[in-house]
């Protein structure tokens, strides 16, 4: 589940700016909720089309609204399906994934204030979480990503906004396994993690995947992408993962 509490720092406050948002790729849908400013993706042609890397092929998708969190959104999905003729196996994703923000990063000048903190889902089990924080100009606020698993044994939690508490342990089961991402932590007596600068991780089934070999191993144990619609690839060789490892 993807909820985004927008502060609409980019475009209207329309209904076509509202996240998460949504398309179809490979036959699977993927969302996207985006928090931060990406001076590079504010007008309506972004700065990264004319590079030469991932995000300079074909443009299929075309943004419904006027922010920079749709068109980021839109541009990776057009440069994952330039890339990729069949499903990719998630470290390849995962590798794929890293050189997009890393160009999407690059396309700024030093001066600029970019925040660029992003989920994006990709069908019902597999999310990616990317963090690059910071503080708008004049504002004390950091914008970053924490998260936490929770797993049995479940315990009480007290959100930090109300008093109010929650008994995890009355609506889970010994099998659950949760991961939380938020932009701040949401309860006191948990002990959330912040993402490092530049940190993508990816979450099965509440668990984070911080390396190409670590998402290799959710795909060799039949977790990776699936879809009636295209073939799937399968699992790269130990040498080309050693090698996106060496990249990451």
């Known amino acids: 589940m993807i909820a985004h509490i927008r502060y609409a720092t980019a475009g209207a406050r329309l209904l076509e700016n509202v996240h998460p948002f949504q398309r179809e790729l490979w036959g699977i849908q993927f969302a996207f909720a985006h928090n931060g400013d990406v001076p590079s993706y504010s007008k309506r042609t972004p700065r990264c089309n004319g590079s030469n890397g991932l995000l300079s092929g074909k443009a299929t998708y ?89 797993s049995h044994p479940f315990k009480m939690a007290k959100l930090k ?13 010994p099998d659950d396994r949760v991961a939380v991402i938020a932009t701040s932590p949401l309860t006191e007596d948990e002990l959330w993690t912040e993402f490092e600068v530049g940190q993508l991780i990816m979450f099965d089934r509440g668990v984070p995947h ?23 690839s399968k699992c790269s060789s130990s040498s080309e993962l050693a090698n996106a490892a060496r990249a990451s």
């Open 62 to 150: 075309t943004p419904v609204g006027t922010t920079d969190s749709e068109r980021i959104f839109v541009a990776i999905l057009d440069a994952l399906r330039n890339k990729f003729t069949k499903l990719p196996a998630l470290p390849i994703l995962y590798d794929t994934l890293r050189k997009i923000n890393c160009e999407i990063i690059q396309s700024h000048q030093d001066d600029e204030c970019v925040i660029f903190n992003y989920l994006l889902s990709c069908g019902e089990n597999i999310l990616f979480a990317f963090s690059w924080p910071g503080s708008r100009p004049g504002s004390k606020v950091w914008n970053g990503l924490y998260y936490l698993v929770r």
């Open 161 to 173: 906004d109300c008093d109010l508490c929650v008994d995890f342990a009355q609506v889970t089961t």
């Open 210 to 232: 911080f390396s190409v070999l670590d998402c290799a191993q959710a795909e060799n144990e039949g977790r990776g992408l699936k879809s009636n619609a295209f073939e799937e």
